[in-house]
T-cell receptor
Framework: EDQVTQSPEALRLQEGESSSLNCSYT??????LFWYRQDPGKGPEFLFTLYSAGEEKEKERLKATLTKKESFLHITAPKPEDSATYLC????????????FGKGTRLSVIA | DAGVIQSPRHEVTEMGQEVTLRCKPISGHNSLFWYRQTMMRGLELLIY????????DSGMPEDRFSAKMPNASFSTLKIQPSEPRDSAVYFC??????????????FGNGTRLTVT
């Protein structure tokens, strides 16, 4: 059973059409939920960390929120340059331990 | 800040050949992670090191895979012999961590491996 599930797998938006990406997780004892952006041919680029339910972080047109079982990445009035794959990852053990990644949502924003 | 540096960016090799991927983590980071990314399975952890010591290699697919970290600024992932199913993008990531809560990983731009 996957510990981190992202939906939808792919999303196509018109420029300016706001939407949300979902990341649900089944691990207990969350030690951090992370959002990354990945462009083709590049490594994942860190966007946000959330640690507790109710926490929110914002960066330009992106806002990440966290509940006890899922996180949302809200994209407000997206632009074509927001097109990328967005990855969610969770940490579930204290210390210097790995993150478990979801398979990502491929976002395309059409002008 | 140079970020995590991986080499080569692309590697094309024939089945049976030895492949060595290299990684230089961010200076001052005390942990290093090797992940593999495919369309089918996404990002999968292969092995990670804390303070240059391998902690968990349970994600390494087979004995054909091995990884070393001889010092804090260099790590290698070796595949010998390589097989077509090893074709994927291999990422190295590092972080400075160790507390109760996890800190983010910082990734290199990966090595795209093609085994024919």
């Amino acid at each position: 059973e996957d510990q981190v599930t992202q939906s939808p797998e792919a999303l196509r938006l018109q420029e300016g059409e706001s939407s949300s990406l979902n990341c649900s997780y089944t691990v207990s004892g969350l030690r951090g939920l992370f959002w990354y952006r990945q462009d083709p041919g590049k490594g994942p680029e860190f966007l946000f960390t959330l640690y507790s339910a109710g926490e929110e972080k914002e960066k330009e047109r992106l806002k990440a929120t966290l509940t006890k079982k899922e996180s949302f990445l809200h994209i407000t009035a997206p632009k074509p340059e927001d097109s990328a794959t967005y990855l969610c990852a969770v940490g579930y053990e204290a210390g210097n331990t790995p993150l478990v990644f979801g398979k990502g949502t491929r976002l395309s924003v059409i002008a | 800040d140079a970020g995590v540096i991986q080499s080569p960016r692309h590697e094309v090799t024939e089945m049976g050949q030895e492949v060595t991927l290299r990684c230089k983590p961010i200076s001052g980071h005390n942990s290093l992670f090797w992940y593999r990314q495919t369309m089918m399975r996404g990002l999968e952890l292969l092995i990670y090191f804390n303070n240059n010591v391998p902690i968990d290699d349970s994600g390494m697919p087979e004995d054909r895979f091995s990884a070393k970290m001889p010092n804090a600024s260099f790590s290698t992932l070796k595949i010998q012999p390589s097989e077509p199913r090893d074709s994927a993008v291999y990422f190295c990531a590092s972080r400075q961590g160790g507390g109760v809560y996890n800190s983010p990983l910082h990734f290199g731009n990966g090595t795209r491996l093609t085994v024919t």
